[in-house]
C-alpha cells in the first residue's frame, strides 16, 4: 500500500520561499511519477510540478515555471517541492501523487494518479 505524507506548509509572506516534503512508503518506486497539484478554496485542483522516480524527468505548469522545484531523493524516499517568490495566488492545499508504471514520464494531470497524500496548507500573505 503505498502512502505518502506531505509536510512543510505554513504561512508566509509575499516574496517568501518554502519547501514542501512528501515522503513515500509501501512501495519500490521505479517507474513512478510523482506529482505536485494544489487546490486553493473553489477552484479545481491543478497540477503545478511532477518528476518521475527513476528518471528525473520533471514538468512545470506555465502558471509556476521559474519559481517552483521539484527534486527528490532516493535515499529518504521523498519527493520536494520548493517554491520561491511566493504570491498570494499561490495560497491553497498543496498536495503529492503517485502512479506506477509511468516509465520515464510524469504527468500535470490529476486523472493519471491513482496514490495522493493528505494535502499540507500554504497561506501566503500580502
Known amino acids: 500500500q503505498v502512502q505518502m505524507v506531505e509536510s512543510g506548509g505554513g504561512l508566509v509572506q509575499t516574496g517568501g520561499s518554502l519547501r514542501l516534503s512528501c515522503i513515500v512508503s509501501g512501495t519500490t518506486f521505479d517507474g513512478y511519477a510523482m506529482g505536485w497539484f494544489r487546490q486553493a478554496p473553489g477552484k479545481e485542483r491543478e497540477g503545478v510540478s511532477c518528476i518521475n522516480w527513476s528518471s528525473g524527468k520533471t514538468l512545470y505548469s506555465d502558471s509556476v515555471k521559474d519559481r517552483f522545484f521539484v527534486s527528490r531523493d532516493n535515499a529518504k524516499n521523498t519527493v520536494y517541492l520548493e517554491i520561491d517568490n511566493l504570491e498570494p495566488e499561490d495560497t491553497a492545499t498543496y498536495y503529492c501523487?503517485?502512479?506506477?508504471?509511468?516509465?520515464?514520464?510524469?504527468?500535470?494531470?490529476?486523472?493519471?494518479?491513482?496514490?495522493w497524500g493528505q494535502g499540507t496548507q500554504v497561506t501566503v500573505s500580502s
Open positions: 501523487a503517485a502512479e506506477s508504471q509511468s516509465g520515464t514520464w510524469c504527468y500535470l494531470s490529476q486523472y493519471e494518479y491513482t496514490y
